[in-house]
């Protein structure tokens, strides 16, 4: 039933910011974590951040400090604010529902819908 649509990629150079939104259509759990991961060409698909029911947030170490992910709309909607971009983070970044934040996310355990993804591209 549920549906994420993703937006907001785009081309930028190195230092510059970017803020994706994914929106669930049909969302029906309360309790879905919700989160990103990106993938680069001829790289395998990595998590990049998950926040749970509660507001909690995690993050892969190669972003902490300059990604923020977070909620709104009833829990419709999550943003990624993408700052101090680096070209090392150029790729399709997917928006991904599932039933647990954490490791369990990043691992992909428990997922259970995938948006069609947007790219970004830091130059």
């Known amino acids: 039933h549920v549906q994420l649509v993703e937006s907001g990629g785009g081309s930028v150079q190195a230092g510059g910011s970017l803020r994706l939104s994914c929106t669930a259509s049909?969302?029906?759990?309360?309790?879905?974590?919700m989160g990103w991961f990106r993938q680069a060409p001829g790289k395998e698909r990595e998590g990049v951040a998950v926040?749970?029911?509660?507001?909690?947030?995690s993050y892969a170490e190669s972003v902490k400090g300059r990604f923020t992910i977070s909620k709104a709309n009833a829990k419709k909607t999550v943003y990624l604010q993408m700052n101090s971009l680096k070209p090392e983070d150029t790729g399709k970044y997917y928006c991904a529902a599932g039933r647990y934040g954490g490791d369990d996310f990043f691992n992909r355990v428990g997922i259970d819908y995938w948006g069609q993804g947007t790219q970004v591209t830091v130059s």
């Open positions: 926040i749970d029911s509660d507001g909690v947030t």
């Open positions: 049909g969302y029906t759990s309360s309790s879905f974590c």
